[in-house]
């Protein structure tokens, strides 16, 4: 099983609001990440974490704040966000170890910030 | 810079025929390559991977890597209009949880 869940599918939001991207998944995998998809672009890589321990941050704003509050669950806080932010969000998570090590995503929340 | 390139495409084949996706890579350091296919509005989906030099099957899908020459290719033999979709060819660098540097993909016509 190599499911990852995304919630919600869609989302819209103004510049001056609060809002959550919600991704699960019960595989037992390790490492989960942030990707931000621009339209015919490929994923950008936002955040990484491994152990529920954030690994990486690409630089990413501050308004785009991770939180891994257990091993099965990735938020990503959303705030204050301007209009080029709107893309689709992936979550990702991986399986295996070393060559084998797989990242699967989950279908995505489209972003659209007005 | 480590890059991964591929040809943008659109590449179009004709239904039944053998469609061939390129995909080189700047640093000889990487040791796990991944091929993703996404259709339009959809996220990514895992369609190989390949860590070993030469060729691995599955299927109607054939990845082919060539660490000497750094170059990954992946072949769709017997196309179907379904396949038409951008394909994304994926490098990771070392093993552990290490990101993955992602080509700009390969757009894919397989035309009835």
């Known amino acids: 099983d190599t499911e990852v869940t995304q919630t919600p599918k869609h989302l819209v939001m103004g510049m001056t609001n609060k809002k959550s991207l919600k991704c699960e998944q019960h595989m037992g995998h390790r490492a989960m990440y942030w990707y931000k998809q621009k339209a015919k672009k490929p994923p950008e890589l936002m955040f990484v974490?491994?152990?529920?321990?954030?690994?990486i941050n690409e630089s990413v704003p501050s308004r785009f704040s991770p939180e891994c509050p257990n091993s099965s669950l990735l938020n990503l806080h959303l705030h204050a966000l301007q209009p080029e932010d709107s893309a689709l969000y992936l979550c990702?998570?991986?399986?295996?170890?070393?060559?084998?090590?797989?990242?699967?995503f989950g279908p995505g929340t489209r972003l659209l910030v007005l | 810079q480590k890059e991964v390139e591929q040809n943008s495409g659109p590449l179009s084949v004709p239904e039944g025929a053998i469609a061939s996706l390129n995909c080189t890579y700047s640093?000889?350091?990487?040791?796990?390559f991944f091929w993703y296919r996404q259709y339009s509005g959809k996220s990514p989906e895992l369609i190989m991977f390949i860590y070993s030099n030469g060729d691995k099957e599955d299927g109607r899908f054939t990845a082919q890597l060539n660490k000497a020459s750094q170059y990954v290719s992946l072949l769709i033999r017997d196309s179907q209009p379904s396949d038409s979709a951008t394909y994304l060819c994926a490098v990771r660098l070392n093993s552990g949880y290490s990101t993955l540097t992602f080509g700009k993909g390969t757009m894919l016509l397989v035309s009835p």
């Open positions: 990702a998570s991986s399986v295996g170890r070393g060559n084998l090590e797989t990242q699967y």
């Open positions: 974490y491994s152990y529920e321990k954030l690994s």
């Open positions: 640093d000889r350091g990487s040791q796990s």
